[in-house]
C-alpha cells in the first residue's frame, strides 16, 4: 500500500498548494478518497494485523472474483468507521461477540486502544515542552478524541465521493473549486496524520519510531500542510 499512499500524498499536498491547476477539481476527489481510505486501511492492519494477513490469504485463493464484491473485502463502514448500536454503555456483559466490533474507529477500538495511545502521545509531548501552533487533537480530551475523528471522516468521505460520482457538477463548479479543495484536503491529511502520529504510541503496534521521532515527523507535517 505504500506506494499508492506515498502517490495520493504528493498529490494532495500539491492541492493543498492550490499548485494543482485547471485539474483541481477533477483529481481532487479522487485523491482524496484515495488517500482517505488506503490510509485508513493501513492503519488498521497496524492496530489488527490478522485482518490484513486473513485478507491476502483470501484474495490469493483461486475462487477469489476481483471483478465482483467479496463479503472478505474492507468494508467503509464495518471495517473503518464502525459505531456501537448503544453508546452509554458498550461494555454490558451481555453483548454478543459479534457486536464488539473491531473496526479502526469503533468505540471499542477507541477504548482499549486509541485512548492510552493518545494519553501517552500528548505525554510525551508535554513532558519534552513540544508543540505545533496550528490545530492539533493534542488540545482535545481524549473521550472525544476518536468520536470527531470518525464524524469528520464520514464528512470528508461523503464530500469526496459526491465529487467522483459527479453530484457537484449540477450544483456548479464553485463546490469544487481551489480553496474548497484545498481545505477539504488539509483536513484529510490532517485526519490521517493525527492517527497514523498516536498509532506510534499504540500498545498493539509493532515496528513503532521512537517517540522523538515520531514527534519529530508529526510536527514536520504539520509545518508542511500549515505553514
Known amino acids: 500500500m505504500k506506494p499508492h499512499i506515498g502517490y495520493f500524498a504528493e498529490q494532495a499536498l500539491e492541492i493543498i498548494k492550490r499548485r494543482a491547476g485547471t485539474s483541481t477539481a477533477t483529481i481532487s476527489p479522487y485523491i482524496g478518497r484515495g488517500l482517505l481510505e488506503s490510509s485508513l486501511t493501513a492503519l488498521l492492519f497496524r492496530l489488527d494485523p490478522f485482518r490484513g494477513l486473513t485478507l491476502m490469504r483470501f484474495q490469493t485463493h483461486a475462487e477469489f472474483d476481483h471483478n465482483r464484491p467479496n463479503q472478505i473485502s474492507i468494508d467503509w463502514n464495518a471495517d473503518l468507521v464502525a459505531d456501537a448500536s448503544d453508546r452509554q454503555d458498550i461494555w454490558k456483559p451481555k453483548q454478543k461477540p459479534e457486536q464488539v466490533s473491531r473496526a479502526l474507529l469503533s468505540p471499542y477500538t477507541d477504548e482499549v486502544?486509541?485512548?492510552?495511545?493518545?494519553?501517552?502521545?500528548?505525554?510525551?509531548?508535554?513532558?519534552?515542552?513540544?508543540?505545533?501552533?496550528?490545530?492539533?487533537?493534542?488540545?482535545?480530551?481524549?473521550?472525544?478524541?476518536?468520536?470527531?475523528?470518525?464524524?469528520?471522516?464520514?464528512?470528508?468521505?461523503?464530500?469526496?465521493?459526491k465529487g467522483i460520482h459527479g453530484e457537484f457538477f449540477a450544483i456548479g463548479a464553485h463546490t469544487l473549486d481551489e480553496v474548497t479543495c484545498s481545505d477539504r484536503m488539509k483536513r484529510t491529511v490532517d485526519l490521517v496524520l493525527e492517527l497514523a502520529f498516536v498509532s506510534q504510541f499504540a500498545c498493539v503496534t509493532v515496528g513503532n519510531f521512537e517517540p522523538a521521532r515520531a514527534c519529530d515527523y508529526y510536527l514536520q507535517a504539520k509545518e508542511g500542510i500549515h505553514g
Open 113 to 161: 486502544i486509541w485512548q492510552p495511545a493518545f494519553l501517552a502521545a500528548r505525554d510525551f509531548l508535554d513532558q519534552n515542552a513540544l508543540a505545533t501552533p496550528h490545530p492539533t487533537a493534542m488540545t482535545k480530551e481524549p473521550d472525544m478524541v476518536i468520536q470527531g475523528i470518525r464524524g469528520e471522516a464520514r464528512q470528508l468521505y461523503s464530500f469526496w465521493s
